[in-house]
């Protein structure tokens, strides 16, 4: 079957807008994670699921980054009142199971400019 | 909590010379290791991990990595470098015991000249 895919694949907003970014995991993957890769540096965790559960938002920057996955298959991360800080390339990354054992296999990301 | 350092920003090497990539882990035990591949546009690719056992472990596209524990070190190899592999590597370590979540170095870019 596909990979992870992310949608979309490239977003401008101007300061002050939400967006929402989609990520469909590969089917049947349990867990399901959030990474933010700034320019030049390396992913950062954002928030992680397993199945609908949000079992961990510690790395989400602010009370304006939101996260959410329903039905335990697609995720949407919303970024509200965007800030030129926020530019960053958005990785989704989904995992069989729900240990660090597992593999996580990544989408090509959605890569966010805030003018 | 787990961190990486990737201390080479840029590599330039021959091509079909020796690679190897290093990578420094601080963690309080022994920690899961991974290397991952980032093509331009692509997502991340895993290279290979470290759970246990064998401390040389073998990837994919000719690549091995070694775990040593006295060094906190997680050095990717390859013994003859092509033209494709020109990418960006992260180390990354995951925690055995605490949550799932992948902590990653901040990336070494490897160019490739012909």
């Known amino acids: 079957g596909a990979g992870v895919s992310q949608s979309p694949r490239y977003k401008v907003a101007k300061r002050g807008q939400d967006v929402a970014l989609r990520c469909d995991p590969i089917?049947?993957?349990?867990?399901l994670f959030w990474y933010q890769q700034a320019l030049g540096q390396g992913p950062e965790f954002l928030t992680y699921?397993?199945?609908?559960?949000?079992?961990?938002k510690s790395g989400l920057p602010s009370d304006r980054f939101f996260a959410e996955r329903p039905e335990g298959s697609v995720s949407t991360l919303k970024i509200q009142r965007t800030q030129q800080e926020d530019s960053a390339v958005y990785l989704c990354?989904?995992?069989?199971?729900?240990?660090?054992?597992?593999?996580?296999?990544f989408g090509p990301g959605t890569r966010l400019t805030v003018l | 909590a787990q961190s990486v350092t990737q201390p080479d920003i840029h590599i330039t090497v021959s091509e079909g010379a020796s690679l190897e990539l290093r990578c420094n882990y601080s963690?309080?035990?022994?920690?899961?290791l991974f290397w991952y591949v980032q093509s331009p546009g692509q997502g991340l690719q895993l290279l290979l991990k470290?759970?246990?056992?064998?401390?040389l472990v073998q990837g994919i596209k000719g690549f091995e990595a070694e775990f040593k524990r006295s060094q906190s070190s997680f050095n990717l190899r390859k013994p003859s470098v092509h033209w494709s592999d020109a990418a960006e590597y992260f180390c990354?370590?995951?925690?055995?015991?605490?949550?799932?979540?992948?902590?990653f170095g901040g990336g070494t870019r490897l160019m490739v000249k012909p």
């Open positions: 990354a989904s995992s069989k199971g729900g240990s660090t054992y597992n593999e996580q296999f």
């Open positions: 089917s049947g993957h349990v867990s």
């Open positions: 699921f397993q199945n609908e559960a949000q079992l961990d």
């Open positions: 963690y309080g035990a022994t920690p899961y």
């Open positions: 470290y759970f246990s056992g064998d401390t």
């Open positions: 990354a370590v995951g925690a055995r015991n605490a949550g799932n979540m992948l902590t």
